[in-house]
């Protein structure tokens, strides 16, 4: 099956409307049909025009209702300042004139407003080196919503947002207990930059990367077509044990190179458990 036939054959996409957050200027260097996908000329929101109010409140409810529990919601001016302005937040959503109460009720929605509801966001940023993306902010409500199984929401956000902005080389920052790994792990073993952050307020967050080759994107996506190697696992790391992270972040400056090979498992006592193996050779092209 080609790419375009399955990312269109997607049983999660099936009516939900892909949209883009970004200024005319920036899109210009985008694609716009990532797998054969368009964006309807409406949801293509320039955060510059005042007509964005609206859309862009609901993308902080969505903000706020998925990441609030976890303690990190955002601010307007950081939508615009670091994502909207520099790159791009891509997601879908749903027309209010087709949500369920369910969706309607949550975000506070009248069923006759003329107002797409986002379900999921994946925002971006591009970084000084060409072609290089760093992820700002990835979040689905997919898993909370009864009415349908948006299972895959996420990832899918993720992947073709990065394919919407180009990216060639990707690096995020996520936290030791984060259940996103398992989103990003999907993408491929995740070169590990930083497992100890003083720099970030919290410090147990971890600095990853991958190359977004059309095989990462595929695979994460879950092309029957497309899969990785895996390295085994050496060490795991639980979302507490500050003293590995340390010891991790020191190998990791004395210039040796790790990665977390695979989805994190489940741990007796803690969340779970982050599998770490080294990278004998350089594997990752942008190091
Ligand atoms: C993390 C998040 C984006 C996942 O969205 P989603 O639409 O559920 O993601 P997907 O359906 O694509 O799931 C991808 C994988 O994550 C797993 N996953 C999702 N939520 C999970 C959870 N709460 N616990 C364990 N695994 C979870 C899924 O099972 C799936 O793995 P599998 O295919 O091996 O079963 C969403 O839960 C969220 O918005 N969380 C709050 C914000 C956040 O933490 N953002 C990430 C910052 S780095």
């Not at 964006?39 to 929101?45: S, T, V």
């Not at 690096?171 to 984060?178: F, K």
């Amino acid at each position: 099956m080609s790419p375009d036939e399955y990312i269109q054959q997607h049983l999660t996409l099936q009516g939900l409307e892909p949209f883009l957050v970004a200024t005319s200027y920036n899109r210009v260097n985008f694609n716009l049909n990532p797998y054969g996908l368009s964006i309807k000329q409406e949801y293509l929101i320039d955060p510059t025009h005042s007509a964005s109010e609206r859309f862009c409140d609901l993308l902080l409810a969505l903000d706020s209702t998925t990441f609030g529990p976890e303690g990190m919601p955002m601010d307007k001016w950081v939508f615009y300042d670091i994502c909207y302005m520099p790159g791009a937040v891509f997601g879908f959503g749903i027309q209010a004139q087709q949500a369920p109460q369910e969706l309607l009720d949550l975000f506070k929605v009248d069923a006759q407003e003329n107002v797409l509801i986002p379900l999921s966001m994946y925002g971006a940023i591009p970084m000084t080196q060409r072609d290089a993306w760093m992820g700002h902010n990835l979040c689905s409500i997919g898993s909370k919503l009864k009415f349908r199984n948006f299972k895959g929401l996420g990832t899918l956000s993720k992947a073709l947002g990065l394919k919407v902005v180009q990216a060639k080389e990707f690096y995020g920052a996520t936290q030791w207990s984060s259940v996103a790994l398992n989103v990003h792990i999907k993408f491929g073993p995740l070169k590990l930059y930083t497992s100890y952050t003083p720099a970030h307020s919290e410090s147990h967050t971890l600095t990853y990367g991958f190359s977004c080759t059309d095989h990462a994107l595929l695979a994460a996506m879950g092309h029957p077509d497309y899969d990785f190697e895996r390295p085994a696992p050496e060490q795991w790391i639980t979302p507490n044990d500050q003293e590995a992270m340390i010891t991790l972040q020191d190998q990791i400056e004395a210039g040796e190179h790790f990665c977390i090979p695979s989805a994190p498992q489940s741990h007796p006592d803690h969340k779970h458990q982050v599998p770490i193996a080294s990278l004998a050779s350089k594997l990752f092209t942008h190091l």
